[in-house]
């Protein structure tokens, strides 16, 4: 079928240029803690992106092709509809050559069972005699695609992502919910279940804190994306790094400007994508419709350095397409991450765990924290820590930006390398 639509797609005339892409995904999930059979299922997506000239320019539409009947009609409705929406004339660039990536551990891409097996005998080996699994559910993604242009590229690419949910008790504790997501086996549960042993425990005694105004400590591992667009507190800065968006005049700052403002007071924010890292969440060899990924900045010391660009931007901007914003490398700090966890004149919000995000591209942003820590200072000079859960702390990420500071220990998170704790200072907690 994939054959016959790249010959109706080739032989149109009224198709100047075009990218074609098939992409099958399946989902193989296993619960392990009760025990379950393996659930399995399968979705498949064919669909072309179709480039047709006019002497007035350019126009391009996206045509589903996953149904097998009539994809000539289809074919002809998008044209129709690529030539309604006529922008700047631009050709495609020359095909790239697929980045050298490890998107993901081999072993991911075996039988599931196995996998589950594996990971959830790790669990049992190495959880806290005093913790209870109440629940273990592993989920394997695997996702296969092919892509055409008419330009002459042609590649396929395989990429696997593997998902842990465990749901525990520590004696005398509080149940928890712990999530990870990965594309390699080197989870260190030794590390990871007494961590959360210790949380359990200490979530028994935990308040809701006061409101009113704190700083707050946000480490590097207290979230997990949601989705291929979900960046955590980055989202408002990684969507803004559009040429599409500059290019239309939605951008909210454009390359070149700064994002200091008179009060700044922090350290300067350095924000890169790279899409090549080894197992990253969003590492590829090519985009999503065959564009080369590549590693270029966002942001350099607090002022816009690049965008996320396709073909089409690429071309008119005179420069060369990237495959988007990917995984996020955040440039460490000068302050080392005992000095950011020490409270000062205000108390100390530390956040172990962000239960829901919510953000907005011009950067509202809203944490709903499920656990974390509350620090401050006795009269004698002491640290005084106590548990807490379920507080909000709320404001605008740029705001934020001037009062914040990175420490110069750093790890890598999967879905993005950076500092180990990010402090922003002066915020309110409700």
């Not at 081999?106 to 109440?134: G, H, M, N």
């Not at 899409?275 to 065959?290: I, K, S, V, W």
């Not at 829901?356 to 950067?363: A, I, K, L, Q, V």
């Amino acid at each position: 079928m994939r054959t016959a639509i790249y010959a109706i797609l080739n032989d149109s005339p009224a198709v100047d240029e075009f990218i074609l892409r098939a992409r099958t995904t399946t989902c193989s999930r296993r619960l392990l803690k009760p025990i379950q059979e393996s659930t399995f299922s399968e979705s498949s997506q064919t669909a072309a992106l179709i480039y047709s000239d006019t002497r007035l320019g350019r126009g391009q539409s996206l045509v589903d092709l996953s149904q097998d009947d009539a994809p000539d009609a289809k074919i002809r409705i998008g044209i129709q509809q690529a030539r309604q929406s006529l922008g700047p004339s631009w050709r495609l660039q020359p095909p790239a050559a697929p980045a050298r990536v490890q998107s993901c551990d081999d072993a991911i891409l075996q039988d599931t069972d196995e996998i589950a097996d594996e990971v959830f005998s790790k669990i049992q080996r190495y959880k806290p005699s005093s913790v209870q699994l109440l629940q273990v559910e592993v989920k394997v993604t695997r996702e296969a695609s092919r892509v055409q242009i008419s330009n002459g590229f042609d590649n396929q690419k395989l990429s696997a992502q593997l998902d842990v949910e465990i749901h525990l008790l520590a004696k005398g504790g509080w149940p928890l919910r712990f999530q990870s997501s990965t594309r390699s086996l080197d989870t260190d549960w030794a590390a990871v279940l007494g961590s959360e042993s210790q949380r359990s425990t200490a979530m028994a005694t935990a308040i809701s804190p006061e409101p009113g105004e704190c700083d707050v400590v946000i480490l590097g591992d207290c979230y997990v994306p949601r989705d291929r667009h979900d960046f955590g507190i980055w989202t408002a800065l990684s969507n803004q790094c559009s040429a599409e968006l500059a290019r239309t005049g939605l951008a909210r700052y454009q390359v070149g400007q700064s994002l200091r403002r008179e009060d700044f007071v922090g350290e300067e924010l350095s924000l890169a994508s790279d899409g090549t890292l080894d197992y990253g969440l969003q590492t590829a060899p090519f985009g999503e419709f065959g564009q080369p990924v590549r590693r270029f900045p966002l942001i350099t010391k607090m002022r816009a350095s690049g965008q996320a660009m396709d073909y089409r931007d690429a071309a008119i901007a005179g420069g060369i397409a990237n495959g988007g914003v990917r995984n996020l490398v955040i440039a460490s700090g000068s302050k080392s991450e005992e000095e950011l966890l020490s409270p000062t004149q205000r108390p100390l919000l530390l956040v172990h765990r962000i239960h829901e995000m919510h953000t907005d591209s011009r950067g509202p942003i809203s944490l709903q924290i499920a656990s974390g820590e509350w620090r401050e200072l006795d009269k004698s000079g002491s640290v005084h820590r106590t548990p807490i859960r379920s507080c909000v702390v709320s404001g605008n990420i740029y705001n934020w930006l001037q009062n914040a500071f990175y420490s110069r220990e750093s790890s890598n998170y999967h879905w993005h390398v950076g500092p180990k704790a990010i402090r922003f200072n002066n915020l309110r907690v409700q």
